[in-house]
Nanobody, 125 residues
Framework: VQLQAFGGGLVQAGGSLRLSCAAS????????MGWLRQAPGKERELVAG????????YLADTVKGRFTISRDNARNTVYLQMNGLKPEDTAVYFC???????????????????WGQGTQVTVSS
């Protein structure tokens, strides 16, 4: 599967952005999906995850109450709505997929085996 994230940009603290991830090459309706991010000098971390139908979701403690993950399987697309952005949210954000036909929710970054080019999110103070 090929994954392309877009929707990043520069925003002031307290602002919002909505990231989208377009999947191609195969349908993702039966695949657990997630969003990871990597800030300069830091390891890549799992921000949000979701099972195949969106019935089960995971959000990192640092983004709970501010970020929402969702999906539209008909459009083969995954979203990350980010509200109340903080400077510490500055990072490159990657959309990621679990193994083919693994529709479970992944709680760890190692659960995700495919990711594409990320999109830069920069939050100014």
């Amino acid at each position: 599967v090929q994954l392309q994230a877009f929707g990043g940009g520069l925003v002031q603290a307290g602002g919002s952005l909505r990231l989208s991830c377009a999947a191609s090459g195969r349908p993702i309706f039966n695949t657990g999906m997630g969003w990871l991010r990597q800030a300069p000098g830091k390891e890549r971390e799992l921000v949000a995850g979701m099972n195949w139908n969106g019935g089960f979701k995971y959000l990192a403690d640092t983004v709970k109450g501010r970020f929402t993950i969702s999906r539209d399987n008909a459009r083969n697309t995954v979203y990350l709505q980010m509200n109340g952005l903080k400077p510490e949210d500055t990072a490159v954000y990657f959309c990621a997929a679990r193994r083919l036909d693994d529709g479970a929710l992944g709680y760890s970054k190692s659960d995700y085996v495919s990711w594409g080019q990320g999109t830069q999110v920069t939050v100014s103070s």
